[in-house]
Every structure is written in structure tokens, then in C-alpha cells.
């Protein structure tokens, strides 16, 4: 069975940083892309963030690029978002996702992140 | 690449169909894939490369279109249904979302 189970998240001032986990397990982790998204509230979904198999690839939404970081342990097989320069309108439920052809077909549970003072 | 989804909202009965329209403002092929979210849940892939329905989403669900111009139908509806519904675009980086079609089933 396929599963992606996230922790980290939480309240955190502006300004600061905040880091992200998402733990897979039931599929061969290093073959697969792995993304970030996110929904503020009342909002719609927001791609944030991807990373290619072989962790050599990674491209950002502009408002995070610079401030978040995505990153993968392979051995470990787990998916990562640092976000620092952390802003109110950082605040959101954050997935991890993976990234099958043509779509993201499993997802994590979603994790609240907070930015206030 | 920016998605415009229609309509935003919607009503419809039980049993009914609906049609959800997303226009890409440049051509994508057909890297297109639709969503399901529902409150406090992770969004569900419900199709994938704008008409491959995902496995075990019912064959009401269907998706068709190329180019800049993709629609979602669901017919037969169900109270299940009512959720949000999102389009999504792999073609290019900044990966996009369509802004979101809010369904009510009455």
C-alpha cells in the first residue's frame, strides 16, 4: 500500500523557519518525482514545489523561490520542504505528493502551517 | 501557463451531469489532470493526460480535450460529488492549478 505520511508544520512568527516531512513508503521512492502544494485557506491549490528522481533537478513557485528549499533522502525515503523568510501568506495546509506521469496520483495527509505574530 | 476554470460554482441534482471547462492560455498537449478535493481532505487524481481516468474512479468521471481547451463531465451524479474540483497543468514549470469549481449536489 502505497502511503506518504507528513509531519513537521505548525505556528511559526514572520520570518521565520519551518521545516516539512513526508515519510513514503509501498513504492520505489527513487523512481518517482515528488512535488509540494499547498491551500491557504478559502483558497484554491497551490503547486509550490518539485523534485526529479535523482534530486538533481528542482524548480520553485516564484512567491517561495529563494526562501523554501525541497529535498529528498533516497535511503531514507523522504521528502523534505525547508521554508524559512517565512511570511504571512506562507500560512496553508501543505501536501507532499507523488508525481506519477501525467499527474499526482498519491498524496499526503496535508500538514497545517501557520505564520503569525 | 494560466488555467481559467468555469464556472466557478455550481448546483445540480442528484442524477444530473455537469460539465467543467478549463482553458489554458497557451497549448498543453493534453498534460492536463482534474482533482477532487473535498474539506480537510488531500486532493484525489481523478484523471490524468486530460481523459485517462484514474483506477478505481467511477466511470461517470470522464475528461476529454487538447490544446486549450479541457472539460470535465460527471454524469449519473451522486451526493459524494459535492466537492471541489481543480485542473492542472504539467506542461511547463510553474506547474498550475485552475482556480477551483465549486459543485453542490441538491
Known amino acids: 500500500e502505497v502511503q506518504l505520511v507528513q509531519s513537521g508544520g505548525g505556528l511559526v512568527q514572520p520570518g521565520g523557519s519551518l521545516g516539512l516531512s513526508c515519510a513514503v513508503s509501498?513504492?520505489?521512492?527513487?523512481?518517482?518525482?515528488m512535488a509540494w502544494v499547498r491551500q491557504a485557506p478559502g483558497k484554491g491549490l497551490e503547486w509550490v514545489a518539485n523534485?526529479?528522481?535523482?534530486?538533481?533537478?528542482?524548480f520553485y513557485v516564484d512567491s517561495v523561490r529563494g526562501r523554501f528549499s525541497i529535498s529528498r533522502d533516497n535511503a531514507k525515503n523522504s521528502l523534505y520542504l525547508h521554508m524559512s523568510s517565512l511570511r504571512v501568506e506562507d500560512t496553508a495546509v501543505y501536501y507532499c505528493?507523488?508525481?506519477?506521469?501525467?499527474?499526482?496520483?498519491?498524496w499526503g495527509q496535508g500538514t497545517l502551517v501557520t505564520v503569525s505574530s | 501557463i494560466q488555467l481559467t476554470q468555469s464556472p466557478s460554482s455550481l448546483s445540480a441534482s442528484v442524477g444530473g451531469r455537469v460539465t467543467i471547462t478549463c482553458r489554458a492560455s497557451?497549448?498543453?498537449?493534453?498534460?492536463l489532470a482534474w482533482y477532487q478535493k473535498n474539506p480537510g481532505k488531500a486532493p484525489k487524481l481523478l484523471i490524468s493526460?486530460?481523459?485517462t481516468l484514474q483506477s478505481g474512479v467511477p466511470s461517470r468521471f470522464s475528461g476529454s480535450g487538447s490544446g486549450t481547451h479541457f472539460t470535465l463531465t460527471i454524469t449519473s451524479l451522486q451526493p459524494e460529488d459535492s466537492a471541489a474540483y481543480y485542473c492542472?497543468?504539467?506542461?511547463?514549470?510553474?506547474?498550475?492549478f485552475g482556480q477551483g469549481t465549486r459543485l453542490e449536489i441538491e
Open positions: 505528493a507523488r508525481v506519477a506521469i501525467r499527474g499526482y496520483d498519491f
Open positions: 509501498g513504492f520505489s521512492f527513487d523512481g518517482y518525482g
Open positions: 523534485i526529479k528522481q535523482d534530486e538533481n533537478d528542482k
Open positions: 497557451q497549448g498543453i498537449s493534453t498534460l
Open positions: 493526460d486530460a481523459s
Open positions: 492542472q497543468q504539467l506542461y511547463d514549470y510553474p506547474i498550475t
